[in-house]
């Protein structure tokens, strides 16, 4: 079993958060991950992760205020909209 370093970790969040599918989400999620990615902590970085499984229909309705977030979402829902304003 290999353990993921804290750096690669980072560049694949990165990419995972650039290459989504729609282009909106693309923008508004690269934004947040160039300016806030290397300073999430271990938890953080769990709930972003959590955040880039969901579908982007979803996503985008989220941080775009459209529909609510569900609960287990809602703080780095909260957080990527922030970053995008």
């Not at 079993?1 to 989400?25: D, F, H, P, Q």
């Not at 290397?38 to 579908?55: F, G, K, P, T, V």
């Not at 982007?56 to 995008?84: C, I, K, N, T």
């Amino acid at each position: 079993m290999t353990t993921e370093t804290r750096e690669i970790r980072l560049k694949r969040l990165a990419m995972r958060s650039m290459r989504r599918g729609i282009k909106e989400m693309d923008i508004l999620l690269v934004r947040f991950a160039d300016a806030h990615l290397s300073s999430l902590s271990d938890a953080d970085l769990d709930a972003y992760e959590a955040l880039l499984d969901e579908n982007d229909q979803d996503l985008y309705q989220w941080v775009s205020g459209q529909l609510p977030a569900p609960a287990q979402h809602r703080e780095m829902v909260a957080r990527v909209a922030a970053a995008s304003a």
